[in-house]
């Protein structure tokens, strides 16, 4: 055995007995190991530690939107720890990395959003959102205005706050006691959002909240009057309207902010993800002008909310840095125009393969549903896109299945900065696995002969 493979069992080892992982089948990872181990990233591309090359087709985890390898944001990140690697943000401190990326997130966000509430991450973010959102209507004489009301298929992290708003049920049943006064409605009717205000009672509804198109659910893109149509809801009740753009914010949809597309601002604004494209942890929670001043004239003595990292000052220097590229290299418009390239090219293999239902996506952030019949669009008894996404994987692209609340899906969201001819290598590999797949699937359909 070489050096090289003696280090790679070494870390195979290690990884079964002492790394438990996020969002992983346990079973899986103690039998054969972790699936990569990854050692380098550039661009779109990631390299494993046994040399192999994979097209990043997920941005790791909806978030690398500049792409891998950025040594800009590593000088970023070193000249900030080099002068203030970390300061406290209590009792009013602050820090001068913090204060710009506040003040830049305030003039490129949509409506009159102007101040922000920073974390580490989505779910503190949309935790923190919940809590604000309770607050306020604790500083406004309406103590019982506290339920949440959120969308099936929806995710919004796995915090408890997080995990109780999420309408993916899965999740919210692998714990046995979930936080209360959370509500779901049918993801795209506002109907039964009008029906569920109306029978709960007004006066007991804080917030709604909604991914502009909701992501780790299976790529969901709303109708198009929809969100004017949510917004109109939320004034007329007066409940605050939350959007969680954790993964569609910074440029993922082809514009800055998901919601953009829509013409529609919300009250308070979830981020994280792409504001450092995945180089440091940072969330955070914008909210708008006429609630802050709200805050600030109702509230007496100290906001009893934070975290230990908000505001941190390295995290905020390279988010700082980060929407510089992002602007700089126009890596918003190449999402918008890779993103009709990446759809053409699904409805391409559409019509190539047996297997293929609806595609759907806005921007960078793409889907599509596997079927066993195109025109009743039954699916498999088995889900195929979890096979997909496998033989992809030895095909030399990453990409992501959901079969949540009896969905098939295979999603994508690359880097922005991927290139017309990278898109043409994601859908051939893409193809060639749906191919192997779909092969498979339907010789077990045969009868016997």
């Known amino acids: 055995m070489t050096q090289s493979e003696k280090l790679v069992e070494e870390l195979r080892d290690l990884d079964k007995k002492h790394f438990f992982h996020p969002t992983s089948p346990i079973q899986q990872q103690q039998d054969q190991g972790p699936a990569f181990v990854f050692t380098e ?18 941005s790791s985890l909806w978030n690398v939107n500049i792409g891998h390898g950025h040594e800009e944001l ?3 990140a070193m000249e900030q720890m080099n002068k203030l690697a970390f300061s406290s943000s209590f009792a009013t401190f602050s820090n001068e990395p913090a204060i710009r990326l506040a003040a830049k997130l305030a003039q490129i966000s949509p409506g009159d959003l102007s101040a922000t509430f920073f974390t580490s991450g989505g779910s503190e973010a949309n935790d923190t959102a919940y809590k604000l959102a309770r607050h306020y209507w604790l500083l406004k004489g309406q103590p019982v205005r506290k339920k949440i009301i959120s969308r099936t298929k929806s995710y919004h992290g796995v915090s408890m706050g997080a995990t109780s708003a999420t309408g993916l049920k899965a999740f919210r049943d692998f714990t046995t006691s979930l936080a209360p006064d959370f509500l779901y409605v049918d993801h795209f009717s506002t ?9 709960e009672g007004p006066e007991t509804i804080a917030a709604f909240i909604a991914e502009p198109v909701q992501g780790a659910g299976g790529v969901h893109v709303a109708p198009e009057h929809y969100f004017s149509e949510v917004r109109q809801i939320c004034d007329d009740y007066g409940i605050l309207f939350i959007t969680d753009e954790v993964i569609t914010g910074f440029g993922r949809t082809g514009k800055y902010f998901g919601m953009e597309h829509y013409g529609v601002a919300p009250d308070m604004m979830c981020f994280a993800k792409g504001v450092t494209s995945g180089y440091a942890q940072l969330g955070g929670v914008m909210i708008s002008n006429k609630l802050h001043q709200e805050f ?6 100290t906001l009893l909310h934070g975290y230990t990292y908000s505001g941190h000052p390295m995290a905020c220097a390279v988010a700082l840095k980060n929407l510089e590229i992002i602007e700089k290299e ?7 125009q890779r993103g009709k390239e990446l759809k ?3 409805e391409w293999i559409q019509n190539e393969r047996n297997i293929i239902g609806k595609v759907k996506g806005l921007g960078l952030m793409c889907g599509i549903e596997i079927v066993k019949d195109k025109q009743t669009n039954e699916g498999f008894e088995t889900p195929l896109s979890p096979s997909i996404v496998a033989e992809a994987a030895k095909q030399g692209l990453i990409c992501r299945s959901v079969v949540l609340d009896g969905q098939d899906i295979v999603v ?4 922005l900065s991927i290139t017309k001819e990278e898109i043409t290598d994601l859908i051939r590999m893409l193809n060639e696995a749906i191919r192997i797949v779909e092969t498979a699937a339907f010789q077990k359909l045969l009868p016997n002969t």
């Open 41 to 58: 990233g550039k661009g779109i591309y990631l390299h494993d530690i046994t040399g192999k090359k994979v097209i990043d087709g997920m």
């Open 412 to 415: 994508f969201s690359p880097p």
């Open 191 to 199: 109907e039964s959002l009008r029906s569920l205000i109306e029978a």
């Open 296 to 301: 600030i004239d109702l509230s007496v003595g």
């Open 344 to 346: 053409e090219g699904l």
């Open 330 to 336: 126009n890596f918003i418009e190449n999402a918008e």
């Open 74 to 76: 590593g000088k970023a």
